[in-house]
């Protein structure tokens, strides 16, 4: 009777771990079959800046992204802290592939100060992919007093002059830092919070020069609104080719300029990743490659391990020349 038991007792000890074994797999299946179809709902893109400058790129690049995933990336313009603050919350975000961060190079050269962060640059955040590059364009208003570099150089090292860029601390303040340096002028910085506001500031001819990418700029310096001097890449832009380089002119080995990418939270499903990084590619390859072209970017996307890597060399190459020059924030 006492093995009887025993039997019946095995028998529906079997029954509950088959009933179980099942279950699971149904939960399982459920999760992958959810992952297999990323994206399910909308995309948040966080920019760091004011409308008006990056997320020029941003919009032209998620909307034939949205076109192909079928869902809709909405973007999300959080300035401030030189795009600290919207890092911040991308690093909060949940890990699930449904918010994503579109960096520039001033995510770099906050980390590149050593300073304190509300997150770990290197940790806190998953690479999905670089997309390209753009020179920073030095530009002053009509009625500052010079038509060349040299010209600006003089005149900074005998009067007030200042300088604006996107953001206290980020890739432009530090741009200009580095030209007082191997100038020797000291022009004094005016952060504003994005490129958008910057642009507006010197139209108004609220700062004498100012220190931004080609897409916030060119067309005014198209309409006479203001008087570009230099780009501030190592070699003329193809965008630009009349435009000397700020190297050229005198300050040899001078180089800077921003970039763009795409990155998440750390903890990334693999499939939100491959997926985010699969359709960045794909976009950049069709019509939109000639309209982000127009705007002075040269598209040279990578994989999500390769912008890892750049990223690090990136914070690497700021905080030596910070040290160099002794640049302050």
């Given amino acids: 009777m006492q093995i009887l038991r025993d039997s019946v007792l095995f028998d529906s000890i079997k029954r509950f771990h088959r009933f179980g074994a099942v279950a699971l797999l149904g939960v399982g299946a459920s999760s992958a079959l959810a992952q297999v179809n990323y994206p399910i ?11 008006g400058g990056s997320d020029v790129v941003a919009r032209i690049l998620t909307q034939k992204m949205a076109e192909s995933l079928g869902q809709p990336f909405v973007i999300d313009n959080r300035p401030g802290g030189a795009g600290i603050v919207g890092a911040s919350i991308v690093a909060k975000a ?47 208003h009509p009625t500052v007093p010079v038509n060349s570099l040299k010209e600006l150089i003089a005149l900074a090292k005998v009067k007030p002059i200042n300088y604006a860029s996107a953001g206290a601390g980020g890739i432009g303040h530090l741009t200009g830092e580095l030209f007082n340096h191997m100038a020797g002028t000291r ?8 490129t958008g506001p910057m642009v507006t500031a010197m139209l108004a001819g609220e700062v004498h020069m100012g220190i931004s990418n080609l897409s916030g700029t060119w067309m005014h310096v198209r309409a006479g ?15 630009a080719p009349e435009m000397p380089t700020v190297a050229e002119l005198g300050l040899a080995g001078f180089e800077s300029g ?24 794909a976009a950049l390859k ?23 890597e750049y990223f690090r060399g990136e914070v690497a190459k700021w905080a030596k020349i910070i040290k160099a020059a002794d640049i302050r924030e």
Avoid: C
């Avoid at 709902?41 to 409308?51: E, M, N």
């Fill in 286 to 308: 069709t019509d939109i490659k000639d309209k982000i072209n127009a705007l002075g970017v040269d598209l040279a996307p990578t994989s999500p391990q390769a912008f890892g």
């Fill in 187 to 194: 022009m004094t910085h005016v952060g504003y919070k994005g």
């Fill in 94 to 140: 949940a890990p699930d592939g449904y918010t994503v961060l579109f960096p520039t190079a001033s995510f770099a050269v906050t980390a590149a100060f050593g300073k304190k962060l509300p997150y770990d640059s290197m940790r806190d955040f998953d690479p999905i992919g670089f997309i390209g590059s753009q020179p920073f364009l030095l530009s002053v």
């Fill in 225 to 239: 609104k203001l008087r570009a001097l230099a780009v501030t890449t190592l070699k003329r832009t193809p965008f």
């Fill in 41 to 51: 709902r909308p995309l948040r893109v966080v920019i760091q800046f004011a409308p």
């Fill in 258 to 281: 921003t970039w763009y990418g795409l990155n998440g939270p750390r903890g990334m499903p693999a499939v939100a990743i491959n997926t985010l990084n699969r359709e960045m590619q």
